[in-house]
């Protein structure tokens, strides 16, 4: 354990053990008081001696940073959310929620175990920082969450329905019990008794349980709009009318507990589908879960850097990025000389120097040794982010079907208006102002707006939550839409079809030793080329040469003398680059070993290809790579030579998507940005989650292309399914309007029928399609 | 932040003491129960069990049986299993020790109180109310306090979230303190006697509102709350669904109150009340098997462990059991099924269903899994545990599957009807005779349960005694809620009462407040609930006399005074009994078991010498019975003087005596007597029978049904 | 029947009661996280459990 770790002392001046309480001596800076309880502490946390948690050095200082508490914390900024990374039973809810025992300034540690999320509240002198260390130290990686209002009104939205809800309930349990008295033959005294009672009960329901209704009537009709509740309003408004009017006449005909029914099942059905919803959503709000991009900037003009967070830079801050790290912000390298990967941005796998002057992207990866960057632009302002701006309007859009349903919606919803009217004449015409309302509150009634309101992104939501639990994470409900209509598949062949790391296939030596000399050089370089020798082999040697005036030329080889003789790697004209990547070892300018390198197909590829092609869909290639390859690649896969193009550059790329119609693009999120954000539908299946997730429509967690097949399915079913609704409420209405009509509904059963449609439609949607279920066991 | 800030941690321990009071508590009292209950069997599978003497017969002992299962037992149980519980749910120990010894100990004094008064005969006479209105005020208080201390502790609690279990406790508090109230105001005619303020068929509505939801709110919500916590500590699983549990403990709150009309089914109940009664008790189906469902499906991943455990076992059978139960309930409730079970044994089969299975088994579980906890040891035998399991099991079958084949049977004997419309057994004690070895069936499946619980016994003392006496109290840290009420309230400008501990609090208070004020003004409120119909004469003096020693001998533990309007009952009894001829009926003796005839008419139907001497010894009069003999009656003294203020109660009550009535009770009772008595002994009868309490007896049986006859009500 | 004059009233005061505590159970957010009480119910209640670690099975 880390040994300048600090645990509060007690008022006896002694320590209290993490684990057992009890008090050991204060000098001791271990966190138990023995070492039975740190066995048996980690044992109860399920993780197993071996793997004490590794301290994270991730720094976390960032989270003090005034601006940050700011936009992230609330409670006067002593509470912040973080989403901890790892939690999974109940000895993690235990070990979290003791944080205040050992993190003085923490008030109370609640962890949410379904969505991993916690909540820290801290006292006045607590710090976030502090927290999320101690929290980390515990093993559990904390990112903080952007809880900002929209969670907080969320929640107490959530709760207000569930209020409604539960008064509707409680009150409509209780009103069709008494109408269960009065239909059973109650009489007299009591009789009114129970009217009335039931009157009082109803108030309730309506004057506050079916608010919501009310309001988003009253919101639609001030547009000039007709939403679907406004049927409901009307038979909620109607069936008031005429019980209240029945009541004081004395009549029987009181229909509290049809509509209190009504509006129950109403908001059951309306709170099912928020919480369907929240959980679909959540799995695809995960992008800004993650911690957003830090930068090490420098304080002033010291040396000593402090970690902030990307959007807090300036123009003119001096910021340190290391090697392996993404340039956060667009800006001009200041000191150090190295090497950039700016293939998101150009497509060139190829390194570009880099030295005192040149300028650099976000987006773009440091390679070879840490540069300091002058900040030009951040956040929004930089290159990147501004041409992902542009893509990411267009998936905002809502579905084409949603929109769709909603215009049939509202078209049905002026019919039957106009219908309970037609039905209160026809009563009124055949026996009377009683038989008219009769009629007309029970065509207000049966009719079941459930499909338009309920059933359509209910199936959308479900399919996405579907995809989210397989690791598939669909952008937007329009993605699904476009996901159906797709004909043609193009495949990025590097990293996606293929394993994406260059694979030695064969190694000729012509003189001893060579062998041993290339790995030494080779051994130092951390470029692809360099990696696939050191696997290959790995563990062949116990000594290395010594290797002097060692060289790396970016992109084009290494080179170093052992013993003398000067020995270099590199491609060489005479070997054909045709089908492969072909590297020779010089020593002294004479070859001494050729080593050939071919990427490497993924096993799932060629099932995947197969069952695409048996849907019936185009399946090609579009690669950055040379013909050889790409050729060799397609030819396994037994794609026709036509489909597969090579050389291209993510510009050439985006052109093919665009040139033909319904295409989807599936690639690398990093380098085939551009392509992926033009087609019709795209998947990202590699690079970072967030920066796919700003390109394409879909970001599968899931490595290579085995879930294209069921997303493509998916996407269908869900859209059968929708129709299948869409017909089952055309006839469920017209029926239901008809016998309504006729005047042989009466307002009771009509209450009944329509949850009873609701239910069904929402059992069906819950049930999907045979072929659905079997692509996602 | 310095180094040496005190983290503010407050140090507290459990008050298991409280715990091992009432769980010794549960087994002395499971012990008598269970004996009490094998005894009774016993006496009605072989009458000479009655020895007897008026303290051991069945029908003072029946109630005392009832009363220690549910009260004493269950009662004590479901304490055990609160206190414990919520201590460590709410994570802060009781709010004060004091309240939970005087909970403690004033529930073992109503519990001892019950078992002098009840084999005395102090009874009211209504089903599980049965005792005296001192004793029912006792209960009020005792529970009041019980419920304070409650609230209070989850005022002062350390862990926000309220568990689904602290839900249950306090829905079985607040429930449980109105029932009893309502359903325990009587007027006091002496320390040890007095009339409810219902009569006839108010007092069946809101008697068996009382009985069926004291069976809700004390044998299932507060066991279903043990369960939550219990079966998942047990099977180290959380429970299968969090967010059923909480939906079904809403649904089951919400309306549960209207449970009540289904015992009544066929009765002179006003008919729309019976069918309410019907669909209500079929909804309850839903909450029931939620609980059920919720209960078995959380042992998902460790039903391997269910075939070592013990623990386990008595959980799963007790769930199933329960779902059983609760099935077969609703079932009853179908007027079709209940015509054919209802005052037959198929209803004790329901309720021992109930009782021995999810009951009994429930706190077999807790017991088992508690033990070993609080004493801080391991249990001394698992194989006794298991052992007790399947004789326990085994002795539930028995009981429930005799009673269904008794039940069935008598249900079917009663109503065969031949061909020309007459009835098959006309004489009720064939119907009798041909179900006692099925008596005997079930007395040996309560002794197998009776001898499970003795292994439990045997296994808890050894356990016990092989504890280490280590005094260290376990103490446990935890933080105090900055604000230990809930957030809702922080800022709110107009501070609501504590929050919910508080409001019950006053809601219970408000409950019992109710009661008194129903109390104390008795004439105004009965004078207008108690309709009086023009031309039914009211009991004389004598006959309200006999009355009470029919109620004090406990009759109605197997005689019903309901004639339901179905065609056999009607053949074999008599025109059905209308709702008016009980308007006087204080408390009402519809009754709910036929073990004997039903007696709604057997008003002049035996001359009074038959009377005598059947109570003498009934096997005289109807040879093959398996009614006790009431030999006391004719050793007794009847009290005259106390007559006329038991009508000048009953005229305060909105009962139409003159004042001249109630002035010269005493001479009109004695002269009564007398003129009875005066032909007995032309019979042959004791010469002193006239002042013995056989007498007023006979002149109440005369009386029943004579109403009607008489042409007093259409 | 006239008693139930006296039942509903009582009755609806008891159904209106636990509304109440629905009320504020669900406005003190009681019901907003329905996940982790089943899993911190099953948390070691005191030090003992802590100490022995194993579950012991009866």
Redesign the interface.
């Known amino acids: 354990m880390e040994s300048a770790l600090?645990i509060?002392?007690?008022?006896t001046g002694r320590k209290?053990c993490l684990h057992c309480?009890t008090e050991y001596s204060a000098q001791s800076n271990s966190l138990f008081c023995c070492k039975g309880c740190e066995t048996v502490h980690f044992l109860l946390k399920g993780r197993g001696l071996d793997q004490k948690p590794k301290a994270i050095q991730e720094d976390l200082s960032y989270l003090d940073d005034s601006e940050f508490v700011q936009s992230y914390a609330t409670h006067e900024s002593r509470e912040m959310l973080f989403y901890l990374e790892g939690v999974h039973c109940?000895a993690c809810v235990w070990l979290t929620e003791k944080l205040?025992?050992?993190c003085?300034?923490v008030?109370?540690l609640?962890l949410n175990l379904a969505s991993g999320v916690a909540r820290v509240r801290l006292y006045e002198?607590?710090?976030f920082a502090?927290a999320a260390r101690e929290i980390a130290r515990l093993g559990y990686r904390p990112f903080p969450v952007k809880q900002g209002q929209s969670d907080e009104l969320r929640k107490k939205e959530d709760r207000k329905l569930l209020i409604q809800l539960?008064v509707a309930?409680?009150l409509s349990?209780?009103i069709m019990?008494l109408a269960?008295?009065?239909y059973?033959?109650?009489?007299g005294a009591l009789a009114e008794l129970f009217k009335w009672s039931s009157f009082i009960l109803f108030l309730p329901v309506l004057f506050y349980s079916a608010v919501p209704f009310f309001k988003s009537a009253w919101a639609s009709l001030r547009v000039k709009q007709v939403s679907i509740d406004v049927p409901i309003v009307f038979g909620l408004a109607v069936g008031t009318a005429v019980s209240i009017v029945n009541l004081f006449m004395g009549s029987d005909q009181i229909y509290f507990d049809s509509l209190s029914t009504l509006v129950f099942l109403l908001l059951s059905t309306r709170y099912l589908l928020k919480k369907v919803n929240q959980h679909a959503l959540n799995s695809s709000e995960w992008a800004h879960f993650l911690a957003p991009a830090k930068a090490k900037r420098f304080i002033g003009h010291s040396s000593k850097t402090e970690t902030v967070s990307v959007n807090l830079l300036r123009p003119n801050d001096l910021i340190q990025v290391l090697p392996g790290e993404c340039f956060p912000v667009d800006g001009v390298v200041v000191q150090g000389e190295g090497a950039v990967n700016c293939s998101l941005l150009t497509g060139e796998s190829a390194l570009v120097a880099a030295s005192p002057g040149t300028a650099v992207n976000a987006g773009t990866w440091n390679q070879h040794s840490p540069l300091i960057v002058r900040v030009v632009a951040s956040g929004p302002k930089t290159r990147l982010n501004r041409i992902l701006a542009s893509v990411e309007s267009s998936l905002r859009s809502r579905a084409p079907i949603v929109a769709y349903v909603d215009r049939v919606g509202q078209a049905f919803v002026v019919a039957v208006l106009a219908l309970a009217v037609l039905g209160f004449f026809i009563g009124l015409f055949v026996s009377g102002v009683q038989e008219g309302f009769q009629r007309a509150l029970a065509i207000a009634i049966v009719v079941c707006p459930c499909t338009f309101a309920l059933a359509t992104p209910l199936a959308i939501s479900l399919s996405i939550g579907r995809a989210a639990k397989a690791g598939i994470l669909v952008k937007g409900a329009d993605v699904l839409e476009r996901l159906s209509q797709v004909r043609t598949v193009f495949f990025d062949k590097t990293g996606t079809l293929t394993v994406g790391e260059l694979r030695v296939s064969h190694w000729d030596q012509f003189s001893d030793g060579a062998a041993e000399a290339l790995m030494a050089l080779e051994i130092r370089s951390a470029h692809p080329i360099a990696r696939a020798v050191q696997r290959y082999f790995q563990g062949r040697f116990e000594w290395l040469p010594e290797v002097e005036d060692f060289r790396e030329q970016p992109g084009k080889g290494v080179s170093g003398t052992i013993r003398g003789d000067r020995f270099e790697v590199r491609s060489h004209p005479s070997l054909d680059q045709t089908v492969s990547t072909r590297v020779g070892l010089f020593k002294n300018g004479v070859i001494v070993g050729a080593m050939t390198f071919s990427d490497v197909l993924r096993e799932d590829s060629k099932s995947s290809v197969d069952q695409l092609k048996a849907m019936g869909l185009h399946v090609g290639i579009l690669s950055g790579d040379a013909g050889g390859p790409v050729q060799d690649v397609s030819g396994q896969l037994g794609i026709q030579p036509g489909n597969s193009f090579s050389a291209l550059s993510p510009e050439q790329k985006a052109e093919v998507v665009k040139g033909s119609p319904f295409t989807l693009m599936v690639g690398d999120g990093a380098n085939d940005a551009v392509a992926l954000a033009q087609a019709h539908a795209s998947v990202a299946v590699q690079g970072g989650m967030e920066m796919s997730l700003r390109v394409a429509s879909v970001y599968s967690s899931q490595s290579g292309v085995r879930s294209i097949p069921a997303l493509l399915v998916l996407a269908q079913e869900t859209l059968r399914v929708i129709r299948r609704n869409l017909v089952f409420a055309v006839v469920y209405n017209l029926v239901g309007i008809a016998v309504a009509l006729s005047g042989r509904l009466d307002p009771l059963f009509a209450a009944v029928l329509m949850p009873l449609s609701a239910l069904t439609v929402f059992l069906s949607t819950m049930a999907g399609t045979g072929k659905l279920r079997r692509a996602f066991r | 932040?310095s180094?040496?800030?005190?983290?503010r941690?407050e140090?507290y321990s459990?008050d298991d003491d409280i715990v091992k009071m009432f769980l010794i508590a549960t087994l002395v009292f499971g012990a008598v129960a269970l004996l009490l209950g094998v005894f009774i069997a016993l006496q009605l599978a072989n009458w000479k069990l009655n020895l007897g003497l008026q303290w051991t017969t069945f029908g003072r002992l029946r109630p005392l049986h009832t009363n220690a299962a549910i009260f004493a037992f269950a009662g004590n149980g479901i304490f055990a299993g609160i206190y414990y519980s919520s201590q460590?749910?709410l994570r802060t120990r009781m709010y004060s020790d004091l309240l939970s010894r005087i909970h403690f100990w004033g529930w073992q004094a109503i519990i001892a109180a019950a078992a002098i008064t009840l084999p005395l005969g102090l009874t009211v006479g209504k089903e599980y109310a049965e005792l005296e209105w001192p004793i029912a005020w006792v209960i009020n208080i005792v529970w009041v306090i019980f419920g304070f201390n409650f609230f209070k502790t989850l005022q002062i609690r350390r862990?926000?979230?309220?568990?689904?279990a602290i839900?249950f406790y306090?829905?079985t508090i607040?429930?449980v303190a109105?029932l009893h109230v309502?359903n325990t105001i009587q007027i006091p005619v002496s320390f040890w006697k007095s009339y409810p303020v219902?009569s006839g068929?108010?007092d069946a509505?809101?008697q068996w509102?009382y009985g069926h939801n004291a069976v809700a709110f004390v044998l299932t919500t507060p066991f279903l709350g043990l369960m939550y916590?219990f079966l998942?500590?047990?099977a180290?699983?959380?429970?299968y669904s969090?967010?059923l549990s909480?939906v079904h403990f809403?649904?089951l709150?919400?309306?549960y109150?209207?449970a009540g009309p289904h015992h009544l089914l066929y009765t002179a109940?006003?008919?729309?009340?019976?069918?309410?009664g019907m669909?209500?008790s079929v909804m309850l189906i839903a909450p029931s098997w939620g609980g059920m469902i919720n209960g078995l499906l959380t042992l998902r991943g460790a039903w391997d462990?269910v075939r070592?455990?013990?623990?386990l076992k008595f959980f799963v059978a007790g769930l199933t059991f329960y779902g059983m139960a609760t099935f077969e309930g609703p079932l009853l409730s179908i007027k079709s099924v209940s015509a054919l079970g209802h005052y037959t044994d198929w209803i004790i089969g329901h309720v021992h269903g109930g009782a021995l299975g999810w009951n009994g088994f429930l706190i077999f579980a807790m017991t088992?899994?508690l033990v070993?906890k609080l004493w801080?040891t391991?249990?001394f035998s698992?194989r006794m545990?298991n052992a007790h399991f399947w004789i326990g099991f085994l002795g539930t079958v028995l009981y429930m599957v005799s009673m269904w084949v008794a039940g069935i049977t008598q249900g079917l004997m009663w109503r065969a009807v031949d061909a020309s419309g007459r009835l098959v057994y006309p004489d009720f004690v064939e119907t009798v005779i041909k179900i006692v070895p099925l008596y005997w069936v079930r007395a040996l499946g309560g002794t197998l349960y009776l001898f499970g619980f003795v292994l439990l016994l045997i296994n808890v003392v050894k356990t016990v005694r092989s504890a280490p006496k280590s005094e260290k109290r376990?103490?446990?840290?935890g933080?105090g809620?900055?604000d230990s009420k809930?957030?809702?309230y922080a800022g709110k400008p107009h501070r609501?009462l504590e929050?919910?501990p508080g409001?019950?609090t006053v809601?219970s208070l408000v409950a019992v407040l109710?009661g008194t004020f129903f109390e104390l003004a008795p004439t105004f409120l009965s004078g207008?609930?108690a309709?009086t119909v023009v031309g039914l004469k009211p009991y004389t003096g004598l006959q309200l006399h006999g009355r009470d020693i029919y109620v004090r001998e406990g009759c109605y533990t197997c005689h019903s005074q309901m004639i339901r309007p179905l065609v056999w009952e009607t053949k074999r009894y008599g025109d059905y009994s209308r709702a008016e001829e009980s308007i006087y009926d204080r408390p009402f003796q519809w009754g709910s078991k036929r073990t004997g005839p039903d007696l709604a008419r057997v008003g002049s139907k035996y001359p009074d010498l038959w009377h005598y001497r059947h109570m003498m010894d009934p096997r005289e009069v109807a040879p093959g019975s398996i009614m006790p003999a009431y030999p006391w009656l004719f050793k007794g003294k009847t009290d005259f003087e106390i007559i006329s203020k038991k009508l000048s109660v009953m005229k305060s009550l909105g009962v139409p005596y003159s004042d001249a009535d109630v002035e010269n009770a005493e001479a009109d009772a004695r002269r009564e007597a007398q003129a009875i008595a005066d032909k007995l002994i032309s019979e042959g009868a004791d010469p002193k029978t006239a002042e013995k309490e056989i007498i007023p007896l006979i002149s109440y049986l005369q009386r029943l049904g004579q109403d009607y006859k008489k042409g007093a009500i259409k | 029947?006239?008693?139930?004059f006296?039942?509903l009233p009582?009755?609806l005061l008891?159904?209106f009661?636990?509304?109440?505590?629905?009320i504020?159970?669900a406005?003190?957010?009681?019901?907003d996280?329905?996940?982790?009480?089943?899993?911190?119910?099953?948390l070691p209640?005191?030090?003992?459990e802590f100490k022995t670690g194993e579950?012991?099975?009866?």
């Open positions: 600090r509060p002392v007690l008022e209290s309480q109940a205040p025992d050992f003085p300034g008030e109370f609640q002198s607590g710090s502090q539960g309930g409680m349990g209780n019990l269960v008295a009065l059973a033959g109650a009489s | 932040m180094e040496t800030s005190v983290a941690k140090t459990y460590r749910l862990e926000r979230h309220m568990y689904v839900w306090i829905g607040v429930t109105l309502l219902y068929v108010q509505l809101v509102w916590y998942p500590k047990a180290d699983k959380p429970v969090y967010r909480i809403w649904s709150v919400f309306i109150i209207w109940l006003p008919d729309w009340a019976q069918t309410l669909v209500f462990r070592q455990e013990p623990v088992y899994w070993p801080k391991e249990l698992v545990a376990e103490t446990v840290s933080l809620l900055a809930p957030e809702v609501m929050g919910l409001v019950f809601l109710v207008e609930f309709p | 029947m006239s008693i139930l006296l039942l009582v009755a008891l159904g009661g636990f509304l109440f505590a629905f504020w159970g406005s003190g957010g009681q019901f996280d329905l996940e982790t009480p089943a899993h911190r119910v099953l209640d005191s030090t003992e579950k012991r099975h009866v």
